[in-house]
């Protein structure tokens, strides 16, 4: 009778131990929608598997402008409610409805995709294709847009700020806002700014520093500097500014006509350092 006993109270602690491990299973967290993963590029963004995700640079203004036999070699990234990982926060994601009635997933208002070359977790081959594709990092500082410039007048300029079509790539913050320098000023010198911020409005301070910037450009040509007690980006020399009118909207360059083409220029890898 006491074999007996036993051999039923094996038995049923088996079974519970069976039933317990079954449970674990099922309660397996599913990998995040999205990511931070660690690559050769630095913390960037990836889906539930590790493929990094992108931004493209004509998208400044926050629509998908990747259509046709661009989405064959760039696909869109979508996660209707994405789980996201540690580190990324809810709010800085949304979802975006394309030309063709599908869904596309955005970060901080950068549609997002994915690179067909990319063929295992931690890929970066898309990095820097035609210097408008970036991998998406989830804290850069500064971006690079790519658009039609349009002033303040609703002419259309090009880089050279002469009258005339043509998209150029600029500098804009993390949110794809317009960077400005001032073509008087100084090496690392802000001759614009009034010492009781009057005319800040106008053209505000970029107020923040420059940790992540896309690989196209050389994060040792950023630093800050103090204006009247406040910190302002500096680029190749160059202190940055937003144009009030433009509102903090996205692909907005009203600035570049004010008061006249080329005294408030954007700024990109191509510029010039600023003068001594």
């Not at 602690?13 to 039933?19: E, P, S």
């Not at 994601?93 to 009635?101: K, L, S, V, Y």
């Not at 820097?128 to 039609?148: D, I, R, T």
Request: aromatic share 12%; charged share 20%; with cysteine.
């Amino acid at each position: 009778m006491y074999l007996k006993n036993f051999l039923y109270t094996l038995a049923a602690a088996v079974l519970l131990t069976a039933c317990s491990s079954d449970s674990k299973d099922d309660q397996t967290t599913p990998a995040a929608d999205v990511s931070i993963q660690s690559t050769s590029l630095g913390q960037v963004l990836t889906d539930s598997k590790g493929k990094t995700l992108y931004f493209f640079a004509r998208d400044v203004a926050g629509a998908s402008v990747c259509e046709g036999n661009c989405l064959g070699v760039w696909p869109v990234f979508y996660a209707e409610n994405p789980k996201l990982a540690s580190g990324l926060a809810t709010a800085d994601f949304a979802t975006i409805t394309r030309a063709d009635g599908s869904k596309q997933t955005t970060y901080k208002g950068w549609p997002l995709y994915y690179y067909q070359n990319d063929a295992a977790a931690g890929d970066t081959k898309g990095d820097k294709v035609n210097n408008v594709w970036f991998v998406a990092k989830p804290h850069f500082s500064v971006m690079l847009g790519m658009a039609q410039l349009v002033g303040n007048d609703g002419k259309k300029y090009n880089g050279t700020y002469a009258e005339g079509t043509g998209e150029t790539l600029f500098l804009v913050d993390s949110l794809g806002r317009t960077l400005y320098a001032f073509a008087p000023d100084k090496r690392d010198t802000n001759t614009y700014t009034k010492s009781d911020f009057s005319n800040n409005a106008t053209w505000p301070l970029a107020e923040f520093s420059a940790k992540n910037v896309p690989s196209l450009l050389d994060a040792a040509d950023f630093k800050t500097i103090t204006v009247f007690g406040r910190t302002q980006l500096v680029y190749k020399g160059w202190p940055l500014y937003y144009f009030g009118p433009d509102n903090m909207q996205r692909g907005i360059t009203k600035g570049v006509s004010v008061p006249r083409p080329g005294v408030w220029p954007i700024v990109n890898q191509s510029s010039a350092a600023a003068p001594q």
